[in-house]
């Protein structure tokens, strides 16, 4: 009931622009959000690394409603890689196809994506496209099964919770594409998407399956227990070796867990945003756990 509500507020242009001026709202966020500048998120980087953890940095960036926004993200994101490479840290980039201008077509997004990963393979550093909200899959797998055939340090986003993401895993596995799977965090319609949370974990540890078994490096992105516990146990299973895949989780979500999971031996990767445009991001999370929303309610009354 809520989850709809939260993730509509999440586009409200009126309650973003009161949150980001309200300080106690930004350090609330901060809890799921590594700062507003990109210090803070090499300073984020170097504890992860401190405890054996891996990191994907994401630049909190907005959809570009112009062209000279894409541009603008495009040399963000630059920027990014080349204080990842002047730092000597290791961490992957995490991005969003409508920050560089999806919404202006896929060859002016195409081409902005392009620069991004040819400047991030010359330092190593692998780029995995953000899956957004369904207007967008289509598109987002396009561009990446291009991108995909000239280079080998991009992976891409699929959710569990649309219903055609069987065949984009095997569209992804065609052209060993590395995939992260996550469960899906917009507001889809019935029409698409399976909206019973048993089933959108179902779904979840059908698709992990299949890309343990037959994927390329893939990371399972989930906090749910049952889906780590699945994982672990059909990898056992099927002899699957915990280095051909990685598990990935939320900055500031479950850290103990991302902790304990890389002392048994398995690859842990946190996902780590920052900027200055965290709204968004953050009513997402708000709206995956209602007792975000309370941790929340209850800190800004505390004041
Ligand atoms: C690394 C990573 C990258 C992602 N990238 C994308 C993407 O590109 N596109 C996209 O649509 N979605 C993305 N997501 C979000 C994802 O789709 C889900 O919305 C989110 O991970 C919650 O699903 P879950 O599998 O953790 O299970 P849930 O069923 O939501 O949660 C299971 C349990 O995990 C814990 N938990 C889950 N969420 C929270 C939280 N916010 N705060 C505290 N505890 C929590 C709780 O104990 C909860 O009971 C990503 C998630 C991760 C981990």
Known sequence: MLRPVLLALASSRWLKSMMVRFPLARRVARRFVAGEGLEDALNAVRSLRAEDLMVTLDFLGENADTLEGA??????????????????????????????????????????LERILTAASRHNIF????????????ATM???????????????????????????????????????????????????????????????VTLMKDLLSHGTYPAIATHDEQMIKATIQYAREHN????????????????????????????????????SQWYPYFMRRLAERPANLVFFLTALFKG
């Open 142 to 204: 396009q561009i990446f099964e291009k991108v995909r055939s000239r280079h080998e340090n991009v992976g891409v986003v699929l959710q569990s919770y649309l219903h055609r993401t069987r065949a984009d895993v095997a569209r992804a596995n065609d052209i060993q594409g590395r995939v992260r799977l996550c469960k899906g965090a917009y507001h889809e319609s019935p029409l698409i998407a399976y909206q019973d949370r048993s089933k959108v974990s179902e779904n979840f």
């Open 240 to 275: 699957i070796d915990p280095a051909s895949f990685e598990f990935q989780m939320l900055y500031g979500i479950r850290r103990e867990r991302q902790i304990q999971l890389r002392r048994e031996g398995y690859n842990v990767r946190v996902y780590v945003p920052f900027g």
């Open 71 to 112: 541009e603008e993200s495009a040399t963000q994101y630059l920027e990014v890689v080349q204080a990842i490479a002047s730092a000597g840290l290791d961490s992957h980039i995490s991005l969003k196809l409508t920050a560089l201008g999806l919404d202006h077509g896929q060859e002016v997004c195409g081409a902005h």
């Open 127 to 138: 780029v995995r496209i953000d899956m957004e909200g369904s207007d967008y899959t289509e």
